[in-house]
T-cell receptor, first 113, second 113 residues
């Protein structure tokens, strides 16, 4: 089945540690995105990438980093510089930035203790 | 940046009732998307609208692209318990590198059996 996978579903880390969230897609989509969702709020864009080895900052990129070494994969690292990292993180993909329909993975809930 | 305003923020209804929600913007959009997010999951695309005045259905869901291009409406008929979730509207924002989606803050729907 084609789709987007995120792992793990739940992640716990101690304060001060970096943590990497996985996102893989087998839809052959060019563009991939990372969003953060806080309780009762909408989705805020962290980073996006339209092609391998290229990515752009979204609205809340501070404290996060990404890489796009393969078309299928777009991992997100939450660094210790992110002041409030506890949140629900969603990965999405689309055929390209010119294609508006984005498809989402199941999300990773990160809790920093 | 461009903002999408959704209303109402939350709704509590009885099973079998019809539901209406809307999304407005101060800017013109050329596409409107409606997503549903089940608790703890990623959003799922319900309906995409591409033309002013367009009315599109997906089962018991009907969405309309407002004539002014600044609003969109989502209706759910004969609600059932599995309609519970958060409904988001989204629209593309053009940037030099392409377009990206901006999301409303969502309408939380609760259906009482």
């Amino acid at each position: 089945d084609g789709g987007i996978t995120q792992s793990p579903k739940y992640l716990f880390r101690k304060e001060g540690q970096n943590v990497t969230l996985s996102c893989e897609q087998n839809l052959n989509h060019d563009a991939m995105y990372w969003y953060r969702q806080d309780p009762g709020q909408g989705l805020r864009l962290i980073y996006y990438s339209q092609i391998v080895n290229d990515f752009q900052k979204g609205d809340i990129a501070e404290g996060y980093s990404v890489s796009r070494e393969k078309k299928e994969s777009f991992p997100l690292t939450v660094t210790s510089a992110q002041k409030n990292p506890t949140a629900f993180y969603l990965c999405a993909s689309s055929w390209g930035l010119a294609y508006n329909e984005q498809f989402f993975g199941p999300g990773t809930r990160l809790t920093v203790l | 940046g461009q903002q999408l305003n959704q209303s109402p923020q939350s709704m509590f209804i009885q099973e079998g009732e019809d539901v209406s929600m809307n999304c407005t913007s101060s800017s013109i959009f050329n596409t409107w998307l409606w997503y549903k997010q089940d608790p703890g999951e990623g959003p799922v695309l319900l309906i995409a609208l591409y033309k002013a005045g367009e009315l599109t259905s997906n089962g018991r869901l009907t969405a309309q692209f407002g004539i002014t291009r600044k609003d969109s409406f989502l209706n759910i008929s004969a609600s059932i318990p599995s309609d519970v979730g958060i409904y988001f509207c989204a629209g593309p924002v053009l940037e030099t590198s392409g377009s990206r989606l901006t999301f409303g803050e969502g309408t939380q729907l609760t259906v009482n059996p």
